[in-house]
């Protein structure tokens, strides 16, 4: 009865343990390849939203500068301006 169980156990160690582990890699592996794709879309979505932000905040201090521009340079007349425009008929 002896020699059955050890015949089992050799069995189990030459044969099950290397396909186990090599099946085990291989699992590893495929799962690392897509957490690697993964984190790669991540970063390309990422680099395009922090584009469209640069973009954006670039648009917004050009407005700025246009508004800063607009009121250093015309002074109080600004409001006078302001006042022309409310008493201009719609067309």
């Avoid at 291989?26 to 395009?48: G, H």
């Avoid at 939203?49 to 800063?68: F, N, W």
Wanted: glycine residues 4%; aromatic residues 8%; proline residues 3%.
């Amino acid at each position: 009865m002896d020699k059955p169980y050890f015949i089992l156990l050799f069995f189990v160690i030459v044969v099950g343990l290397p396909v186990t582990l090599g099946i085990g890699s291989d699992i590893y592996k495929r799962r690392l390849r897509f957490k690697e794709k993964q984190l790669e879309l991540m970063s390309n979505r990422t680099a395009e939203k922090a584009a469209q932000y640069a973009a954006q905040t670039e648009r917004l201090e050009a407005r700025v500068r246009v508004l800063e521009r607009i009121v250093t340079d015309k002074g109080v007349d600004l409001s006078d301006e302001i006042e022309k425009l409310r008493d201009a008929p719609l067309n």
